[in-house]
């Protein structure tokens, strides 16, 4: 079951994306999440760890289309290139992602290449976590442990991009690990 819908999302909910979910205003580190369909509701719990166990706050997008966000993404870098004396525009994500603090991460219960193909029009860091290779699981949850795309691993994937900023102690990292059960020798989902 997906959330309700906040009001005045219609317009994004057709461009590709929308604010599902604000955190509180603040000086802590900051992250955008990104779900698209139903691994939503793993970012929305991977916000709620990350604000409960480390204070890190977190802005919640939900994505109706990749696809979308990378066609207008790309119709906007077309424009500017063949309109070079005119002032530039911006797509519809970089508007929304410009005055967002924070990398983005962004979840998707298809190949990472999917939520991958609009890399080139978020500004700042960017990291994606999907489902690639070969599923050998007999639920939903344990597909997404064995993926590395639920609740945990985005939440560690958010630590870690923090980290990576300066924004947070690298040593955080490691006690998101350990706090969530993630075991670091656990074959790599890509290759096994």
Do not use: C
Not at 33 to 48: F, H, Q, V, Y
Not at 58 to 65: F, G, K, P, Q, Y
Not at 170 to 182: D, H, N
């Amino acid at each position: 079951m997906q959330p309700p819908l906040p009001e005045g999302s219609e317009a994004g909910i057709l461009k590709g994306m929308y604010l599902l979910r604000e955190g509180p205003g603040g000086e802590r580190p900051r992250v955008q999440l990104m779900g698209s369909g139903t691994i939503l509701r793993e970012a929305i719990e991977a916000a709620d760890l990350l604000e409960n166990d480390f204070g890190i706050e977190s802005d919640l997008w939900s994505v109706t289309s990749f696809g979308e966000l990378r066609r207008e993404g790309l119709e906007v870098e077309r424009w500017n290139t063949l309109h070079p004396d005119a002032a530039p525009r911006r797509s519809y994500l970089e508007g929304a992602l410009a005055e967002r603090a924070g990398p983005v991460i962004a979840a998707t219960d298809y190949v990472r290449a999917h939520a991958d193909q609009i890399r080139a029009f978020v500004p700042g860091p960017y990291r994606v976590l999907g489902t690639d290779g070969f599923g050998r699981s007999d639920t939903r949850a344990r597909l997404r442990h064995f993926f590395e795309v639920n609740r945990y691993f985005i939440a560690i994937a958010a630590v870690h991009s923090l980290a990576q900023e300066g924004a947070v102690p690298a040593a955080m990292v490691q006690r998101a690990i350990e706090k969530y059960g993630i075991d670091p020798e656990k074959p790599n989902p890509v290759t096994n």
